[in-house]
């Protein structure tokens, strides 16, 4: 069918969405992606509401234009500002990403969740009316990170300054009260083994949305006959409206699919 020729879009300020299209590429490996990243203007998490709003519309647009047929914004942020206006505007179906609070509520031992994410999100109305409808003995609490935004744009995954950083914003908090840490951002992702390094408490789960993301891309394929049987995982990079065609920066991102 035409329609399964088209690409999947992934959306999102910069690489943590990388590591959702890791997981679909295992899951749909036939499946054509376009991974747009927003380099121009990340971090998003720290700008102000109207301003992150119009870099959205203004990347969406750009995938709208070349005849994508599922829209994936792989961007907690993106997702709490945008989403509804973005279903409303476009008829291709659109996936956002919320932190995994469910089911780290939902699985909690009657011990505490820590929910981190960026400033944005947390401030958002989308998170707040989850937490609403979620957390009825209130057992979650929220901290920012946008700190790590940076260190992932910068490809420092390992170095010393985001442990130092994480070790001062975990300063104050007991993890034995925590059951655990919901990774609110896809930039948090590459960072999952140096927090449960520095947590060091074994039993504190780190839950990230990659999963329950990948399953309802494939259920939303599925529903809609949108399977492409006979493509070939074939990945076009986009910084901020521009095609990638250098073969050092597709191997850069292309790196990015095993971190």
């Known amino acids: 069918m035409e329609e399964c020729e088209k690409n999947i879009a992934f959306f999102d300020s910069g690489i943590g969405g990388m590591n959702v299209l890791r997981d679909a590429l295992k899951a749909l490996p036939r499946e054509n992606y376009i991974y747009f990243a927003d380099t121009d203007n990340v971090p998003y ?7 992150v709003k119009g870099f959205i519309g203004k990347a969406v647009e750009y995938l709208y234009g070349i005849n994508i047929k599922l829209l994936v914004v792989a961007c907690n942020t993106a997702t709490s500002l ?22 780290a509520i939902e699985n909690s031992s009657h011990k505490r969740v820590l929910v981190a994410a960026t400033t944005l999100t947390l401030k958002e109305e989308k998170l707040e009316n989850l937490l609403n409808e979620i957390d009825i003995n209130g057992i979650a609490d929220k901290i920012a990170l946008d700190g790590l935004v940076r260190f992932a744009e910068d490809r420092n995954f390992t170095g010393n300054e985001p442990a130092v950083y994480l070790k001062e914003k975990f300063r104050n908090i007991d993890f034995k009260n925590y059951d655990a840490v919901v990774l609110g951002c896809t930039h948090f992702n590459y960072y999952e083994k140096m927090i449960k390094d520095i947590i060091g408490i074994d039993d504190v789960k780190i839950i990230d949305g ?18 492409n049987k006979n493509g070939s995982g074939k990945i076009t990079y986009v910084n901020s409206c521009r095609v990638i065609s250098s073969e050092k920066e597709i191997s850069n991102y292309n790196s990015l699919l095993t971190v």
Do not use: C, Q, W
């Open 210 to 227: 990659n999963e329950g993301t990948v399953k309802r891309l494939k259920s939303i394929l599925v529903e809609n006959d949108l399977l």
């Open 82 to 103: 945008a989403i509804k206006h973005l279903r409303e505007k476009y008829s291709f179906p659109i996936i956002g990403m919320e932190p995994a609070v469910k089911p």
């Open 45 to 51: 998490g720290i700008k102000s509401h109207d301003e």
